[in-house]
């Protein structure tokens, strides 16, 4: 290719349902798009690269006060309602042939998205390289800087 | 125009943003530089979605028509 690859750098700092798919929909949205693609997941965020976690993730309907579940908010902070507010949401995306987040996070890593694991977060949450998969690379924040330092387009999410 | 000979066909249709554009992407490796690919969409979105990704893949948007609720678009490969 002749001319310079657009370049997309994405900070992922959340890791419930609604905060996990922003991140992965346009990381491989842009790899499909001929894009370089960097991730660099922090704070909760980094439970995306832990092993089979991707499709436990949760939502909590506590606090999410635009959530369409029909119960005043001092109930969704109830025991239970988390799971009862993560199987909602999951049916609707079902029924809405949402792709699953392992889905994206696996057509992401065939196309070449770069994944960096934030050391020092991996400290703080005692999380050590083997609870990772194998396909992210570990830095920090000169890392995450230096590849967004050229970048088209950058995301903190 | 000479008439177009689809190559290939992607059946995208009842798939959620971004998954006709991932399956797009994957699709279009499988034809050779020149050919045509079909995709079905149901996705609303995608009008605006394809008229992007080929903008930027530099793919060609050879035709798009829309009926009874499915999207067709036509995408010449040019790489």
């Known amino acids: 290719m002749s001319e310079k690859k657009k370049k997309l750098a994405i900070i992922a700092s959340k890791a419930d349902i609604p905060g996990a798919y922003p991140p992965l929909i346009l990381a491989s949205t842009a790899a499909a798009m001929d894009y370089e693609v960097g991730i660099f997941f922090t704070f909760f965020g980094l439970n995306m690269l832990k092993k089979n976690k991707l499709n436990k993730l949760k939502v909590t309907p506590a606090g999410e006060t635009a959530m369409p579940m029909p119960i005043p908010q001092i109930v969704g902070m109830l025991p239970g309602m988390t799971d009862v507010a993560t199987a909602m949401m999951k049916s609707w995306m079902k029924g809405a042939n949402v792709a699953k987040l392992q889905e994206l996070m696996d057509l992401s890593i065939e196309a070449g998205v770069k994944l960096i694991a934030c050391q020092m977060t991996m400290d703080v949450m005692k999380i050590k390289r083997k609870h990772l998969i194998d396909e992210c690379e570990v830095g920090g924040a000169a890392a995450m800087l230096e590849f967004a330092s050229d970048a088209d387009i950058t995301l903190y999410i | ?79």
């Open chain 2, 1 to 79: 125009m000479s008439e177009i000979k689809i190559a290939k066909t992607l059946d995208a249709k009842n798939l959620s943003c971004p998954l006709p554009i991932l399956k797009t992407k994957k699709a279009i490796a499988d034809i050779e530089i020149g050919e045509f690919l079909e995709v079905l969409s149901t996705d609303p979105g995608s009008v605006a979605d394809f008229k992007a990704w080929t903008n930027s893949t530099g793919h060609e948007l050879a035709d798009q028509s829309a009926e009874n609720g499915i999207f067709r678009y036509i995408i010449k490969k040019t790489k």
